[in-house]
């Protein structure tokens, strides 16, 4: 079991930046996959992306609504992950969670199911306005 602390987040005007970290510790982050989920106000929680293991040559996978403009990496020395969001709108407003999967290290066809994904962080709130 891997406990996750998501931090990193704040109040961005629209066009901004912000990066996020999930921070682990009680195992190795590096063997796990690893994905990015948000939920907005009376939304269902949403996968927005996910990295495999470094078995898995950490390949990373993204969500339609925010590909090319958000980033998933990870610093193994560090037992972190991030995730670079440029270009923020404010339907990116939400809370932001990482979550592990300890069954299969690679994100798989439907990596962005919140049911893959044994232990998550408490989230962190994104808020995009001017």
């Known amino acids: 079991q891997v406990q996750l602390v998501e931090s990193g987040g704040g109040l961005v005007q629209p066009g901004g930046s912000l990066r996020l970290a999930c921070a682990a510790s009680g195992d190795s982050l590096d063997t796990y996959a690893v994905g990015w989920f948000r939920r907005a106000s009376g939304k269902e929680r949403e996968g927005i992306a996910c990295i495999s293991s470094k078995d898995g040559n950490s390949a990373t996978y993204y969500a339609d609504s925010v590909k090319g403009r958000f980033t998933i990496s990870r610093d193994n020395a560090k037992n972190t992950v991030y995730l670079q969001m440029e270009g923020l709108k404010p339907e990116d407003t939400a809370v932001y969670y990482c979550?592990?999967?300890?069954?299969?290290?690679?994100?798989?066809?439907?990596?962005?199911?919140?049911?893959?994904?044994?232990?998550w962080g408490r989230g962190t709130q994104v808020t995009v306005s001017s």
């Open positions: 979550a592990s999967d300890s069954v299969w290290p690679t994100c798989g066809s439907r990596w962005e199911l919140d049911t893959n994904y044994d232990d």
